[in-house]
């Protein structure tokens, strides 16, 4: 088995890169478009045919929100579509899989943090083309680990984090909602997340404990007024100016997707099952903007 590489889908990305970062001795295949591509249904078969994988992490996905709600056929097909064919050829080959979905599959009216048997309702096109994926993922593969994660980031690629820095550079104040609260997430946390997981499959081969739903976010929680405002607070500790930043209200500042006003997601089963646990926010948040300015990307 462990002469044999995992393959890493959607490599290009966020998560993908930051997985294939942190694995270590782990032999790593990573793929993406146009070699591998959900649009091409048959390019999953061949791929797979090819490397031979013994495990495999999809880290591709549509992840483009607002986008979604006006381009729902291209939101299927990466979120549901393509998962659910290459959930079916791990099935044939007895290969695990590790997907990764999201918190917008809720929506957001609980008010204290998810488990992962709580109802699903999506708001968004987005949040339920990623749980039609989540159910055809584990409709079609016995051996599929599928981690709901939130609020992703990472030193490199588009995300909020990187946003807020560049608007900081440019403007003496800013408006950020402060009433959604969620669980900011390092992608290089979660591929840690990952990489243990696939180690722990490597070594002690599947349990039937590791099929199904596992939370996988930071630890603790925020609003995005609050990791703007943390964001800021690093950013200054390396120089930079802070510009004032104001909070508003989800009305103030309408999407054309609607997000949970409260995504916080337990992860006590990942603790219990794995014996995981992200990286408190505040921890992870300092890290990646010192990786920020040390590579000269602010």
């Known amino acids: 088995m462990n002469q044999r590489p995992i ?3 959607g490599a290009t990305g966020q998560l993908g890169s930051a997985v294939v970062a942190a694995s270590g001795p782990l032999a790593v295949r990573p793929v993406g478009r146009p070699d591998f591509d959900f649009a091409r249904p048959n390019s999953i078969a061949t791929v797979l045919k090819q490397v031979q994988p013994w495990l495999v992490v999809n880290a591709a996905a549509y992840t483009a929100v607002d986008k979604a709600e006006t381009e729902p056929e291209a939101a299927f097909l990466a979120n549901r579509d393509g998962p659910a064919e290459l959930a079916r050829v791990c099935a044939a080959g007895g290969i695990p899989l ?3 979905s999201t918190d917008y599959v809720f929506d957001g009216a609980k008010g204290v943090p998810y488990v992962e048997t709580d109802p699903t309702a999506p708001q968004c096109v987005y949040g339920a083309s990623k749980l039609a994926g989540e159910e055809a993922v584990l409709m079609s593969c016995p051996h599929a680990t599928v981690l709901r994660t939130a609020w992703l980031y990472a030193p490199g690629g588009r995300n909020f ?4 820095l560049t608007l900081g550079r440019t403007r003496d104040r800013l408006t950020v909602v402060a009433d959604q609260k969620g669980c900011p997430t390092t992608a290089a946390d979660l591929a840690a997340v990952i990489v243990a ?3 722990r499959i490597a070594e002690a081969g599947w349990s039937e404990e590791f099929q199904g739903v ?3 976010v930071g630890s603790n929680w925020t609003t995005w ?10 950013a200054a500790s390396h120089g930079t100016p802070t510009p004032c930043v104001d909070p508003i209200t989800t009305a103030d500042w309408p999407t054309p997707a609607k997000r949970p006003a409260d995504s916080r997601l337990d992860c006590a089963k990942l603790a219990r099952v794995f014996g995981l646990r992200l990286p408190e ?3 992870s948040l300092a890290r990646t903007i010192g990786e920020i300015f040390a590579a000269g990307g602010h």
């Open 214 to 216: 596992f939370h996988a």
């Open 281 to 283: 926010w505040r921890e």
């Open 98 to 100: 590790i997907h990764i």
């Open 225 to 234: 007024y609050g990791l703007a405002s943390a964001i800021f607070e690093e």
């Open 7 to 9: 393959l890493v889908t």
């Open 197 to 199: 997981i696939a180690t």
């Open 161 to 164: 984090v990187r946003t807020m």
